[in-house]
């Protein structure tokens, strides 16, 4: 990655994140419309609690995020590692924060897809009720 492209995203990152989280209730009355799979089906579909776990996450509240959907914050997780990696490379250091191995991220994927299904079954691991 080029330093100019580091540069934009070592200094835009953090103006979007600010932008997004002072705007935060008109953003979550305006882009977030109920899922029509759990509409229609009564079924948690994978993206079901998405918009509750953002929500939460703009609202500062880490654990409602995981119990709503672990996407988000596990996504979000990816994400600051990547821009810590971007923010040292501007620096001249090469830091390996995120997993390379393709059985990794094979493992990280069987391991969604068991909770997107299994969270259907245990109360548990479903969606807070709005």
Same mark, same amino acid.
């Given at each position: 990655?080029?330093? !100019? !492209? ?6 835009? =990152?953090?103006?979007?994140? *600010? ?31 998405? =918009?509750?776990?953002?929500? *939460? ?5 880490? $654990? $409602? ?20 990696? =971007? ?6 250091? !090469? ?5 390379? !191995?393709?059985?990794?991220?094979? =493992? ?23």
């Amino acid at each position: 990655m080029t330093p !100019k !492209k580091r540069l934009i995203i070592v200094i835009g =990152t953090p103006l979007l994140a *600010a932008a997004v989280f002072l705007f935060r209730g008109a953003l979550v009355n305006f882009w977030f419309p109920p899922c029509p799979i759990r509409t229609k089906t009564g079924l948690y579909c994978p993206g079901c609690g998405n =918009t509750r776990s953002v929500h *939460a996450l703009l609202q500062l509240d880490f $654990a $409602a995020a995981l119990r709503n959907n672990v996407t988000v914050p596990f996504l979000c997780l990816l994400f600051l590692l990547f821009y810590i990696e =971007t923010v040292a490379g501007l620096f001249g250091r !090469k830091l390996h924060l995120l997993p390379r !191995k393709g059985a990794f991220w094979y =493992t990280v994927l069987a391991i969604f897809g068991v909770y997107f299904v299994v969270r259907n079954f245990i109360p548990a691991l479903q969606p807070i009720a709005q």
